[in-house]
Nanobody, 124 residues
Framework: QVQLVESGGGLVQAGDSLRLSCAAS????????VGWFRQAPGKEREFVGHITWSGVNTYYLDSVKGRFTISRDNAKNTVYLQMNMLKPEDMAVYYCAAKRSARPGTTLNEYDYWGQGTQVTVSP
């Protein structure tokens, strides 16, 4: 069993940066792919990006490419989402999710464990 806890959300202005963290329990976490998703009010939860178990490969939603970076520190059982040049349209609750597989995915139902989410608010 893996438990995920996101942190680092907050209120920022457009153009600012935030780094979200996803801390995990469980020794197997280092072998799991991890994804970040977000859900804005009134919208469906959407894929933002993912990282393989090794951290070598990442993949992003087109609208965040070049602005967001996912990394991981398996020694700390933590995955990060660095968000730069934030825009009002990035405002959402951000969730991390872990997949009991080394191979990541882009859809919600591929992931086995979810955190509770952290709110990111971006003012114009």
């Amino acid at each position: 069993q893996v438990q995920l806890v996101e942190s680092g959300g907050g209120l920022v202005q457009a153009g600012d940066s935030l780094r979200l963290s996803c801390a995990a329990s469980g020794r197997a976490f280092s072998s799991y792919a991890v994804g970040w998703f977000r859900q804005a009010p009134g919208k469906e939860r959407e894929f933002v990006g993912h990282i393989t178990w090794s951290g070598v490969n990442t993949y992003y939603l087109d609208s965040v490419k070049g602005r967001f970076t996912i990394s991981r520190d398996n020694a700390k059982n933590t995955v990060y989402l660095q968000m730069n040049m934030l825009k009002p349209e990035d405002m959402a609750v951000y969730y991390c999710a872990a997949k009991r597989s080394a191979r990541p995915g882009t859809t919600l139902n591929e992931y086995d464990y979810w955190g509770q989410g952290t709110q990111v608010t971006v003012s114009p």
